[in-house]
C-alpha cells in the first residue's frame, strides 16, 4: 500500500508496541490509512511472537518489523521504533496500541493540530465523553483518574485529563530534543515523557475519543502501580519546580512555594506537638501554630494557581535547535 501524500506533505510513522498482540496486531494493521507513510510493528521479546505473524501474514509494504532481544516495556519498545522513525527522516510519529482498543481511523484527527502548527504533542481523552466513561470498567476508571492527577501534578500539564492515555501524536522536533535514555521504559513512559516535554515547554493538545474493551488483558494493574507511579511523579514534581522556579527563572510562584510550604509544614509540625502531646493548647500555641499553617496554605494554593497559569499555550517545535533532519 502506498502512502497518501497529505495537503501540508508531511509524513507520518506509526509506531506499535507488540507485546502478546497475536490475536489484535494483524486487525490494527489492516485499519491503519494511506496517510501514513511507514509502520513501525516492535516485537519487544513478545512470547507470542507477533512479529513472525506479521512477518508472513501482512502484505502491507509500509511495514516494517523490529525485534528486540530483550523485552523492554512499552516505553523501550516505542522508543526503539521512535528512533528508527527519526533516522527514516518521518515528521510526525504516532503511537498506537497494538491491543485494538484503540481505533486507527482517528490518526487523521490526532496528526492534524501537528500538522497546522496548533500543536506540538496531541493525547487522546477518554473521559471527555460522558457515554465512553460508563462503558469503562470501574477499576480502569479510579485507577487512571488517580494516575492521570499524579502526572498533571508532575508534568505542569493541568488541562490535560488523561495523560496517561497510550494513543499520542508527536512532532519529530520535539521527540529529537527530549533525552530518550532518560525516559522511562515500562508503564510510566506516558507521564515520563510528558514531564520531559513539558521542561520544552511543548503544547500539548487533548483530542477526544472512545476506546473498545474487548477481550484484550490490561498489563497495568493500578493497584500495583500506584506507589511506583506515585514516587516517579513525586520526583518528577520537584525537578519540575526547581528547573523552572529555581534554575530558569524566578518569580512570584518561586516566592509562593519557597515561603508557602516551610511555613505549612512548621504549622503543621509545633500544633501537633504542642496540642495535647508536650502541653495543653493554649491561646498563644494555638496562634503559634495556626497562624503559619493558615499563611503556608493560601501561599501554596496560589502557587498551584500560578503553576495552572504556566501552562505551555504556543507550539515551540518551530523555535527548537535546528535539528539536522531531512523532512519528508
Not at 32 to 48: F, H, K, L, Q
Not at 280 to 289: E, F, H, L, R, S
Amino acid at each position: 500500500m502506498k502512502a497518501e501524500t497529505t495537503a501540508r506533505n508531511v509524513s507520518i510513522a506509526v509506531v506499535i508496541p507488540c507485546y502478546r498482540e497475536r490475536a489484535h496486531i494483524l486487525d490494527v494493521l489492516a485499519r491503519i490509512g494511506p496517510e501514513v507513510a511507514a509502520i513501525y510493528v516492535v516485537d519487544d521479546c513478545c512470547p507470542e511472537h507477533t512479529g513472525d505473524l506479521v512477518t508472513t501474514q501482512c502484505r502491507d509494504d509500509r511495514v516494517r518489523i523490529v525485534r528486540l532481544e530483550s523485552n523492554l516495556g512499552v516505553g523501550g519498545a516505542v522508543l526503539a521504533g521512535a528512533r528508527l522513525a527519526l533516522t527514516d527522516g518521518h515528521r510526525i510519529v504516532v503511537k498506537v496500541d497494538g491491543d485494538g482498543q484503540m481505533d486507527p481511523a482517528l490518526i487523521r484527527r490526532f496528526v492534524r493540530p501537528i500538522e497546522e502548527g496548533a500543536a506540538d504533542v496531541t493525547k487522546g481523552n477518554r473521559f471527555y465523553d460522558l457515554d465512553n466513561i460508563r462503558s469503562m470498567p470501574l477499576v480502569r476508571l479510579f485507577g487512571n483518574a488517580a494516575l492521570s492527577f499524579l502526572t498533571k501534578l508532575s508534568s505542569g500539564y493541568w488541562s490535560i485529563f488523561d495523560p496517561t492515555n497510550g494513543f499520542v501524536a508527536w512532532d519529530s522536533r520535539i521527540l529529537a530534543a527530549v533525552p530518550m535514555e532518560k525516559v522511562a521504559s515500562r508503564y510510566f513512559f506516558e507521564s515520563d515523557i510528558l514531564f520531559r516535554i513539558g521542561l520544552l515547554r511543548a503544547k500539548v493538545l487533548d483530542i477526544p475519543m472512545a476506546v473498545t474493551y474487548g477481550s484484550e488483558v490490561s498489563g497495568l494493574n493500578p493497584g500495583k502501580q500506584l506507589l511506583p507511579f506515585l514516587l516517579g511523579n513525586l520526583r518528577n514534581f520537584c525537578k519540575r519546580i526547581v528547573y523552572n522556579y529555581f534554575l530558569r527563572d524566578f518569580n512570584v510562584g518561586s516566592l509562593e512555594i519557597t515561603f508557602g510550604l516551610p511555613l505549612s509544614v512548621f504549622g503543621f509540625v509545633y500544633g501537633v506537638l504542642h496540642w495535647g502531646v508536650y502541653e495543653p493548647a493554649t491561646a498563644g500555641t494555638v496562634m503559634i501554630a495556626a497562624l503559619p499553617l493558615l499563611t503556608g496554605i493560601l501561599l501554596l494554593i496560589s502557587f498551584v494557581n500560578y503553576d495552572v497559569q504556566q501552562a505551555p499555550r504556543e507550539p515551540i517545535a518551530d523555535r527548537l535547535p535546528c535539528i539536522d533532519m531531512e523532512w519528508r
